[in-house]
């Protein structure tokens, strides 16, 4: 998922973002070396990295974290890695494991907590649209025979239409389909306009990806004030906004923005969702919590499983409805060192423990 989140940004000193690009550029050029890989699977140090990020390889493994997480309150959001596949057997496979990993959901009894997210490039995407359209529906049927639901990640600026087509076309047989939008994409805020319909899910992101000036914002005061007006936009809409963020400043400014609608008296269509499902909005994922103070727009928060863990308690803690992306699947290896190219804290904790295996 690397084009959904951004992390937050820990180091401010033109030094110190010198030494921290260093240090990604060579994270993301060993990610191709097979000894390095090799590395990092059979180090104990490093395999404890992995398992902060990463759920498991298979059904079992991410089911079990899926328990966990809700035990204590918070919402998941699976995906089974493996977004570059390059023909139909291996798109079929990514089908196949959703599948499975919807059933085992199931049967754990953890639908009504749990969603998946789905990359169409993991369906086979970028080499046959209409494959990839058609695995689409067939993993949103077998997510709503589960009593779970989808959302349909983005990727970079190229693939947008095209994705923003087919969850058009996924939503007029299940409308309890998920969109992802990112913010730093100058489109964005057009976009949310058109997404924001009664019962439409969106997750709104920062987006990640390396775009072009001529079509995404690169400062990050401009991509902030997009987040902003995005966000604005969502929360006077009909539908349900999903704020993924780990940015202090925008997760006040979500709760600020929610009770301000409410305030306005724009919150009451939501008492009559046409998405709302005798079964407790399982379809959907769960409702909504009460959030603090009267009568709020509804709303969640999304962040990656690893990620201010804290944050995210504290925040189920205050009454929010919190989703967290978990990563599963045995193509592992090119999210972790993206994730680690990221951050620097855990990019340096990662270097130390190769450093002290070799």
Do not use: I
Not at 154 to 180: I, K, Q, S
């Amino acid at each position: 998922m690397a084009g959904d989140f951004a992390w937050p940004e820990t180091m401010r000193h033109p030094g110190a973002v010198l030494r921290t690009a260093m240090l990604r550029t060579a994270v993301l050029a060993a990610s191709g070396d097979p000894r390095v890989r090799q590395l990092v699977s059979t180090t104990r140090l490093t395999r404890a990295v992995v398992t902060r990020f990463v759920a498991g390889e298979d059904a079992a493994a991410a089911v079990t974290v899926a328990d966990g997480l809700a035990a204590t309150g918070l919402r998941v959001s699976l995906a089974v890695l493996g977004e570059d596949t390059t023909d139909r057997r291996q798109a079929e496979e990514s089908a196949v494991a959703y599948g499975g990993l919807l059933r085992a959901l199931a049967d754990a009894g953890l639908t009504s907590a749990a969603e998946v997210s789905v990359k169409l490039s993991a369906l086979g995407q970028r080499f046959d649209a209409s494959l990839a359209r058609d695995l689409a529906l067939w993993v949103c049927q077998a997510a709503r025979d589960a009593g779970s639901c989808v959302t349909v990640d983005m990727e970079d600026h190229t693939t947008t239409d095209a994705t923003l087509t087919v969850v058009a076309e996924l939503r007029r047989e299940f409308d309890e389909t998920g969109a992802v939008v990112q913010a730093y994409l100058r489109r964005t805020e057009a976009d949310c306009r058109a997404l924001a319909v009664a019962g439409g899910r969106v997750r709104l992101c920062k987006g990640a990806y390396a775009e072009p000036p001529s079509v995404a914002f690169t400062h990050r005061a401009e991509v902030e004030a997009s987040y902003a007006r995005c966000l604005a936009v969502l929360m006077a809409g009909q539908g349900y906004p999903m704020v993924a963020t780990h940015d202090p400043a925008l997760v006040e400014l979500a709760g600020r923005v929610a009770g301000a609608v409410s305030a306005d008296g724009q919150s009451a269509r939501w008492s009559a969702r046409k998405n709302d499902r005798q079964d407790g909005g399982s379809r959907l994922g769960p409702g909504p919590g009460p959030g603090p103070g009267p009568a709020r727009r509804p709303f969640e928060y999304q962040m990656l499983y690893g990620v201010r863990p804290g944050e995210q308690q504290r925040l189920v803690g205050a009454g929010e409805v919190v989703r967290v992306y978990v990563p599963c699947g045995r193509e592992w290896y090119g999210y972790l060192m993206r994730r680690l190219a990221e951050r620097p804290a855990n990019l340096l904790f990662f270097l130390r423990a190769l450093r002290s295996s070799g």
